[in-house]
């Protein structure tokens, strides 16, 4: 056990196994089924039961063997991946199982800390030429583990709730790009197989190009679409405005010509983006593939679609030569030699409506798989984390402050006792004497008097709050707005990002998640509906009086990761309501009355 309680190291909760390779020459050690043999790649999170290759009897007596439950964790290249068998297996080297000890830690706990903690693992790694970490480096690291196995089960099954809503969506967003193929097939399914072709360069408005060359490339990050940027098919905007965040005032010009513009189709080793919307200036990186269409001839989205057919994935990135497992990415020209059947205009204008609907439902899902991901992310922070420090444990029991703790808060406030007595007067009169809390100081511990709010006094601070992060101004006021909100919310947090905002009624959840521009983070749907904050405050405060809605909460980017607003303590939220109240008056041109509320001669 470590010096702090609850703090183990790997090795002393598990066995960590190494993997193998059998070789390659042999061809008798792999088969066609038989032993999953677990590379990187297949790592995708959850229990993995299949590979992508497979050991015969023979290959098995080769590897080292681990049993079903045994949690698996990359530690060469991508580090920080994890899964956990579903069956017996083997891995390759890359990979390092860790069998725990069932009778001190369910592996499931294990397999939800290792993931929690991948991050803050990664950063051990040896980034010298390719990221890796050792498997003792790995055996060293000390995770939370409580002492019962009935609390990890109650943490495992809080977790597994929230990431199940995750997965849920996630599936609802493979479906879309499945639908995206299905209904392509079955508009143009006659076209596709009788009508008369020609080569893909008699379509294009221009010769295929790629992007910035490296003599060209301008010193430093400049804003262009990366290898990130082809996780989802379409360009999200959030990368660009970061380049130009981090290298604002940068000395850097890009000829327009490398410039993304709506329309353009993108490829980049067989992965494919429709760009139907490019606001920030964004240019292309010099491994990508721009493809202008002629859209007098074909529209952007059919032939997006068409080259993202299951059938093309071999020929946009596929084998070098035959019997080669080594890939390679087409070539520009090898892209207009391509070629592709005549498609008429109405069935494409058809196919173009309904994959902007397609688009639409896919973006809000995305939003919704984030606001997911960060309810999660924030839960693991809560059941995960490391045990309190033991000056707060000495202070607090199950939420509530010791007695002692009282006596030593009022010793230090030095209050007099015919001074506590009006406080006590005052509060039981529904006023309360709350502390004031400097902005940036809230890595300091404060001694102050606890105060309470009731629950319509913290609905309407949450509902401030909410609105505070929700709402910033769309004008060259962003800038200050974001510093002072800032400044606001660092009573409870040193360092803190808005990341969503839900209003809860008596149906359930309004989720916005709240995206960044240059300088800000905003939901831009309520940014343009409300001129003014207090508009929004106003709707959301008469919707209360029917309750509706009955709180709002924040989940946000802290110091420790994705988190929420419950870590924070009621004269935290008061003081900050406070702030975020007369910031909202300033904002709505009613600034200049905030003497009145503060009572100045």
């Avoid at 920080?80 to 297996?89: Q, T, Y």
């Avoid at 920030?280 to 997006?304: K, N, T």
């Avoid at 803190?496 to 998640?513: I, N």
Wanted: with cysteine; proline share 4%.
């Amino acid at each position: 056990m470590s010096k702090k309680k609850n703090m183990y190291k790997l090795e002393s909760l598990a066995r960590l196994i190494s993997g193998r390779t059998p070789e390659r020459e042999q061809k008798e050690y792999y088969a066609e089924t038989g032993t999953p043999w677990v590379k990187i790649e297949n790592l995708d999170q959850g229990y993995i039961r299949e590979a992508s290759e497979y050991l015969s009897e023979q290959g098995k007596e080769k590897v080292n063997l681990v049993p079903e439950n045994s949690v698996l964790f990359s530690i060469v290249g991508t580090v920080g991946k994890v899964g956990i068998a579903g069956r017996e297996l083997a891995t390759n080297q890359q990979i390092v199982s860790l069998i725990f000890d069932e009778t001190r830690v369910l592996p499931l706990y294990g397999y939800y800390a290792l993931r929690y903690h991948a991050e803050e693992i990664r950063k051990l790694s040896n980034q010298t030429t390719m990221a890796l970490i050792s498997r003792k480096t790995l055996g060293q690291y000390r995770i939370y583990v409580p002492d019962s196995l009935e609390k990890q089960q109650e943490i495992v099954d809080n977790l597994q709730r929230f990431e199940e809503i995750k997965l849920k969506k996630e599936e609802m967003r493979s479906r879309m790009e499945r639908y995206e193929q299905v209904l392509f097939q079955r508009i143009f399914a006659s076209q596709l197989r009788y009508g008369e072709k020609a080569k893909l360069r008699n379509y294009l408005k221009e010769p295929v190009g790629t992007g910035v060359p490296k003599n060209e490339e301008p010193n430093g990050e400049f804003p262009c679409v990366r290898l990130e940027d082809f996780r989802k098919t379409y360009l999200t905007g959030l990368h660009a405005g970061e380049k130009v965040e981090e290298n604002a005032g940068a000395d850097w010009a890009i000829d327009d010509k490398y410039r993304v513009c709506p329309g353009d189709v993108l490829l980049r080793n067989g992965k494919l983006i429709l760009v139907d919307q490019a606001e920030d200036p964004l240019y292309l990186d010099r491994s990508v593939l721009r493809i202008v269409p002629d859209q007098g001839q074909i529209l952007p989205e059919v032939l997006y679609a068409y080259l993202n057919q299951p059938c093309m994935d071999e020929v946009l990135y596929g084998a070098r030569k035959e019997g080669d497992s080594r890939r390679r990415p087409i070539r520009a020209g090898e892209v207009e030699k391509l070629i592709l059947p005549h498609l008429s205009m109405k069935k494409q204008e058809d196919y173009s409506r309904c994959l902007k609907k397609i688009r639409e439902i896919e973006r809000n899902l995305d939003r919704e798989i984030a606001l997911a991901e960060a309810a999660f992310s924030g839960m693991g922070w809560l059941l995960l984390r490391k045990e309190p420090e033991e000056e707060a444990k000495a202070e607090t029991v199950s939420g509530v402050e010791t007695e002692e703790a009282q006596k030593k808060d009022l010793e230090t406030m030095k209050v007099p006792e015919q001074e506590a007595g009006e406080a006590d007067q005052a509060e039981a009169g529904g006023q309360e004497e709350t502390p004031e809390v400097v902005p940036g100081n809230a890595g300091q511990r404060t001694k102050r008097k606890r105060m309470e709010l009731s629950k319509e006094q913290k609905r309407t601070a949450h509902l401030v709050l909410g609105v505070l992060c929700c709402w910033a101004p769309r004008d060259e006021r962003t800038g200050a707005y974001c510093k002072r909100r800032q400044e606001i919310f660092r009573i409870a947090q040193p360092y803190f990002q808005p990341a969503a905002v839900s209003f809860a009624d008596k149906k359930g959840q309004r989720e916005y998640l709240l995206e960044k521009d240059f300088l800000t983070y905003r939901n831009e749907e309520l940014s343009k509906r409300y001129d003014t904050p207090i508009y929004l405050l106003q709707e959301l405060l008469q919707e209360g009086e029917n309750g509706n809605p009955q709180d709002a909460h924040l989940a946000f980017q802290g110091e420790e990761g994705i988190a929420t607003d419950e870590l924070w303590s009621t004269a935290q939220i008061r003081q900050m309501a406070v702030h975020g109240w007369e910031m909202l008056m300033e904002y709505s041109g009613l600034g200049a009355c905030g003497w009145l509320e503060r009572g100045e001669n």
